[in-house]
């Protein structure tokens, strides 16, 4: 089964507006990260953050997390039709220090111009 | 140049036959690894290696195999394929995690797999 999972599967908002996606998981992680992947494209990666961590920006993203919920979330200000992708949470398996990075189903984010 | 490349980007192939996804990196990573996607599923590991010496198999390893010929190249080969391996494959690069490095995934374009 997979660590992490998305919420919600797909979310579609106006251009300008905020997104927020959520992503829970099950284990104990050294680090989560996002990533976006344009349609049939290679994931990219977009921010990581540690579990000693609570908040990290990066440009319009904001990724929050709570250890005690085995939670994410992922805010994106002021969208862009070109913030169109989907989105997945990532996390380690520490129970092997690490070493596999899992990810969840995502979220499929539509901007409408 | 890209820095992780996969080829063939797009293979239809028939059911039985023997296909090898193979993957290239200018990273100088170490580590890599074989994902497969499906619809709604996300992404699932199929196989990692952490240098040349180590293969390690993930969570969905069965149908498949792997050679890690080089520290650059990392190949995925499905011996007998059959229509429930069409799938896009991605091919991926790491650093170690810590000493500076975040261990982030840096992921090729993908290889589309049609098995009929």
């Known amino acids: 089964s997979q660590q992490g999972e998305e919420d919600p599967q797909a979310l579609s908002i106006q251009e300008g507006e905020n997104a927020t996606m959520n992503c829970s998981y099950k284990?104990?992680?050294?680090?989560l990260q996002w990533y976006r992947q344009n349609s049939g494209r290679g994931l990219v990666h977009l921010i990581l953050?540690?579990?000693?961590?609570r908040e990290k920006h990066s440009g319009r993203l904001r990724v929050t997390l709570d250890t005690s919920k085995k939670s994410s979330s992922l805010l994106i200000t002021a969208s862009r039709a070109a913030d169109t992708a989907s989105y997945f949470c990532?996390?380690?398996?520490?129970?092997?220090?690490?070493?596999?990075?899992?990810f969840g189903a995502g979220t499929r984010l539509f901007v409408k111009a | 140049d890209a820095d992780v490349t996969q080829t063939p980007r797009n293979r239809i192939t028939k059911t039985g036959k023997r296909i090898m996804l193979e993957c290239s990196q200018t990273?100088?990573?170490?580590?890599m690894y074989w994902y497969r996607q499906d619809p709604g599923l996300g992404l699932r590991l199929i196989y990692y290696?952490?240098?040349?010496?180590?293969?390690n198999k993930g969570e969905i390893s069965d149908g498949y195999s792997v050679s890690r010929q080089a520290q650059a190249k990392f190949s995925l080969s499905l011996e007998s394929a059959i229509p429930n391996q069409t799938a896009l494959y991605f091919c991926?690069?790491?650093?170690?995690?810590?000493?500076?490095?975040?261990?982030?995934?840096?992921f090729g374009e993908g290889s589309r797999l049609t098995v009929l």
């Open positions: 990532a996390t380690d398996d520490s129970y092997t220090g690490g070493f596999k990075t899992i």
């Open positions: 990273k100088g990573h170490d580590r």
């Open positions: 284990t104990s992680i050294n680090n």
């Open positions: 290696s952490f240098d040349v010496k180590d293969i």
């Open positions: 991926a690069t790491s650093d170690f995690p810590g000493q500076g490095a975040s261990g982030e995934l840096f």
């Open positions: 953050i540690r579990s000693n961590e």
